[in-house]
């Protein structure tokens, strides 16, 4: 609560100005029964006109401002709670923006996603039910009871057994709902990410003639959710009818005992009357009470979810000091161990990485699927953080630096290609927010992505839409490095990211580099032995550990897992993956 609640920022004064113009609607309400038994009392039954327009015309002025006091407090109701949805969702996204990787593993995108949709509309439903109905409800009861006992403590006394009887409902209800409500925004996650998954598969789906699989596992989660809202709700509508009966008890017992005291003189037709009304308005006020209790029993799970990711604490903070300067491209791995905290085996990715690299350098990395080749090259941004040793840059462990400092000065084309709706110009500008078209030509010059760009009707202003779905694989990895480029880093990590294209435009794409970079330490991450054998020197991983780390000539004669590769890349086929079969003295065969 104190998590969602410090998300109310500039609408305090809505959240405190509803409640008070609400307190307004109530009183006027409430004496409106008491003027309506004067009325009757000392006008109708007395013969007297004057009494009759005078509490007439007062009853018209309270019924007024009721009006004016629930208005106001409507619109200010509603403006405190889509204010606080709003700040909900900008302070789960901004805490994701702040998120390392390591946290973002913990929630998948459509938990994230239902987080900031269903659970804050459902947060922001019950909040601007409390603002109005947990004010009202309560404070009409309240003073309704005190009417009603002025008038008739005796008849009165009838409400205990009403709301012992509401009381014992809604622990039962709230105590039974609780529970299954929190599966259910469990299996919303579910149904999104069939959706997410599906959608952004869209092509592989169709591909395999998939739909009718996809069709059926939708099918199932939405089953699913609808069995346990089905479980709910069945549970829920309880209130209704326990409500009801209760209602109508306590207006036939008053209506019993009220008759009663007519007869035997304690008792008014104006105050029976006024009593009639309060009555109403206290059972009124129980519905509303108990409709208030199945609201906050749905949202309460929903708030806990939201509270989850605000209360995340970030794995990685920057220092109170930090370095802003970077001093070159050196790169040093001091004993290095690695693991995913989240979601994964909980094994080491990486083990006892000692590596030293020096400015300017051309390294090559290359090993089989699972090697740990991505988890080195995250840790060089500090996308993750090491569980032991330290990874230093420009002679300075990396946590020691401004994070922003840092990666701007790391640049990494990482193996998923990400582009975004925008020109090919807005999505080049996300590596130099003002670069000018000139420098991002240029920079597409060294990817080789100028020559697709030019054969574009709009050239750099062609529509890119999301994800890139109207470029191919090839273009995308271009425009990405291109986009790298004009950080002008200290370090540039191409992780893979030359896959997609082909063996010509891959050499030129690396001549370019030693003739326009030489200065820029450049981490090559490939398959092919083509893409790194002309690299400085080349780091061999096998099974998250270095296997060899030297060049192409020395690595051939002395390293076996590298041969192997060669071999089986140069007889035109073969999965490097897989080590070639030995011979019986050892030597691929």
Known sequence: MKSLLAQIKQYKAAFILAPVFTGGEVLMEVLIPFITALLIDRGIEAGNIRQVYLYGGLMLLMAFFSLVFGVLAGRYAAKASSGLACNLRDGIYEKVQQFAFSNIDKYSTAGLVTRMTTDVTNVQNACQMILRIAVRAPLMLVCSLIMCF?????????????????????????????????????????????????????????????????????????????????????????????????????????????????????????????????????????????????????????????????????????????????????????????????????????????????????????????????????????????????????????????????????????????????????????????????????????????EFIERFPDGYHTWIEQGGSNVSGGQKQRLCIARALLKKPKILILDDSTSAVDTATDAKIRDAFARKIPGTTKLIVAQRISSVQDADRILVLDGGTVNGFDTHENLLKTNRIYREIYEAQTRGGGDFDQPAPEGKDGVPA
């Not at 039974?176 to 599966?183: A, D, E, G, I, L």
């Not at 059926?216 to 409500?243: D, G, Q, W, Y």
């Not at 995250?378 to 922003?404: E, F």
Request: one cysteine or more; a neutral charge; aromatic letters at 8%.
């Open 150 to 450: 002025l008038i008739s403590p005796k008849l009165s006394s009838i409400f205990f057994a009403a709301i012992l009887v509401l009381a014992a409902a809604l622990i039962f209800i709230m105590s039974r709902t609780t529970r299954v409500f929190r599966q259910v925004f469990r299996r919303y996650d579910d149904l999104n990410a069939s959706v997410q998954e599906n959608i952004s598969a869209v092509r592989v789906v169709k591909a395999f003639v998939r739909e009718e699989h996809e069709n059926s596992k939708f099918r199932k989660a939405a089953e699913n959710l609808c069995r346990l809202f089905v479980k709910a709700e069945s549970t829920l509508a309880l209130n209704s009818p326990v409500m009801m009966l209760v209602v109508y008890g306590c207006i036939l017992a008053i209506s019993w005992f009220g008759a009663r005291f007519i007869v035997a003189g304690s008792l008014s037709t104006g105050n029976l009357t006024s009593l009639f009304s309060y009555v109403m308005s206290v059972l009124m006020s129980l519905m509303m009470l108990s409709m208030i209790f199945v609201m906050i029993t749905m949202s309460t799970a929903s708030g806990q979810r939201i509270a989850e990711v605000l209360n995340e604490t970030p794995d990685m903070s920057d220092p109170d000091h930090p370095e802003m300067q970077i001093a070159d491209g050196s790169i040093d791995f001091n004993q290095v161990d690695f693991s995913y905290k989240h979601g994964g085996s909980g094994e080491k990715t990486l083990s006892h990485i000692d590596l030293h690299i020096r400015s300017g350098e051309t390294i090559g990395i290359i090993g089989g699927t699972g090697s740990g080749k991505s988890s080195l090259v995250s840790l060089i941004s500090r996308l993750y953080d090491a569980d032991s040793g330290s990874v230093c840059v420009g002679g300075k462990d990396v946590r020691s630096y401004d994070t922003k400092v840092l990666r701007s000065q790391v640049a990494a084309v990482l193996q998923k290609n990400v582009l975004f709706s925008g020109t090919i110009l807005d999505n080049l500008r996300w590596g130099k927010e003002d670069a000018t078209e000139e420098e991002c030509a240029e920079a597409c010059r060294l990817a080789c992505a100028d």
